[in-house]
């Protein structure tokens, strides 16, 4: 199976900069170059986009979404509608205003910087703003058995999930919906041999989504490592924060050039699935280091 990427260009003034409809955006994107690469499109791939406009609706999305044209090689469309991320973003004040909540996605440059520690310092500060909180971890690989109440039997979930879920009291969502994918030992070699399918990964973290979104005032989502953990099983953190129409904080280790190089690598990726990042987080940086920028260690 081929798989045709075209991201919208939001710079195209066709297409509003905040949000449009899939019709006005398919549109756009066909009759300029809209392409990623800015190259014109295929025939192949105006026939794809042809047929997207013929089988969606006019419900909005957002203008960064990158949609899916799926094509067997003797050019037959098989379709299934892009998941429109934008159905979890909240209305700040009044719906009409444009200015929304997205949900937060928080991953990092590598393991063990801080991931974690900075969800809990998010999630305190929102808990100031919001009455409801709402927690995910879409994939997870160190797992604890916890009860779930709606399941009323013991399940796995990410071991994240559990202090989260029980220091914040996020009684209003289950255990059942927090960590959807797990990947214990095994898992990856099941996965390249056809046994998992890489389609109801993507619908078990969608409609985990789904019903914590239901329930709470905003979600924070805390990812895997890097923004490219999930690959080998078609699942990395920057393609699902992409899904879930997430914007992104990326957590980076102290320093300048591993620091920088790291950092770029992960921002590209999430260019690459047209993932916003609203910040970084440097963790726990040295006195040098902060010399070295420049900045006075006594204000620290």
Known sequence: MIEYHFRVNVNNP????????????IAAMMSSNTGSSRMKLSSLGRSLLTAIAARTNSKYVPSQTVLRCLATKSDEAVWKKFPDG??????????????????????????????TTTSLALLAGLKKRYDKLGFLKPVGQQHVEVKSESLNKM??????????????????IDYEHMSPVIIPKGYTKKYVDGEISSQQQMQDVLKSMENISSRSDVVLCEGTGHCAVGSIVGLNNAQVASVIGAD???????????AFDELELNRILCQHYGVRIAGVIVSEPSLNELYSMGVDGTSV
């Open 248 to 258: 992104m904080v990326l957590v980076v280790n102290g320093g300048l050039g591993s």
């Open 155 to 172: 399940i796995r979930v990410d071991k994240d999930v559990c202090l989260v879920r029980e220091h914040f009291r996020l009684d209003h």
């Open 86 to 115: 934008s159905r979890f973003w909240k209305p700040l004040g009044d719906k009409h205003s444009g200015r929304y909540q997205r949900p937060i996605f928080v991953a990092a440059t590598r393991q063990h910087v801080g991931k």
């Open 14 to 25: 066709k297409i509003d900069n905040r949000r449009s409809t899939q019709k006005e955006v």
